[in-house]
């Protein structure tokens, strides 16, 4: 499966950014999609992740109450809405994609990742 993520751009403190995350290829099987991101200089890390059915979500500690993952199964595509952003949301955001129903958090259970989507966040 490829993915193809988009949205990212710059943006000022406080404001709202929707990235989406577009699957192609074998997308008859069912997939946990992730979200995770890469500042400057410090490792990749896990924001979101959402079950198959969208049933089932997690967040990272950081992002909580202020990000939301959903999907669309039917348009093949995984959003992530961000609001109330700051300068610490700063990141490159990459989606992932396991295969199995279920999600997790750790980087290395998903299998499919896609080129990462830059955010930038100004004061």
């Known amino acids: 499966v490829q993915l193809q993520a988009s949205g990212g751009g710059l943006v000022q403190a406080g404001d709202s950014v929707r990235l989406s995350c577009a699957a192609s290829g074998r997308t008859d099987s069912n997939y946990g999609m992730g979200w995770f991101r890469q500042a400057p200089g410090k490792e990749r890390e896990f924001v979101a992740a959402?079950?198959?059915?969208?049933?089932?979500?997690r967040y990272a500690d950081s992002v909580k109450g202020r990000f939301t993952i959903s999907r669309d199964n039917a348009k093949n595509t995984v959003y992530l809405q961000m609001n109330s952003v700051t300068r610490e949301d700063t990141a490159v955001y990459y989606c992932a994609a396991r295969s199995g129903i279920f999600f997790k958090t750790a980087l290395s259970e998903y299998d499919y990742w896609g080129q990462g989507t830059q955010v930038t966040v100004s004061s």
């Open positions: 959402i079950n198959w059915s969208g049933g089932s979500t």
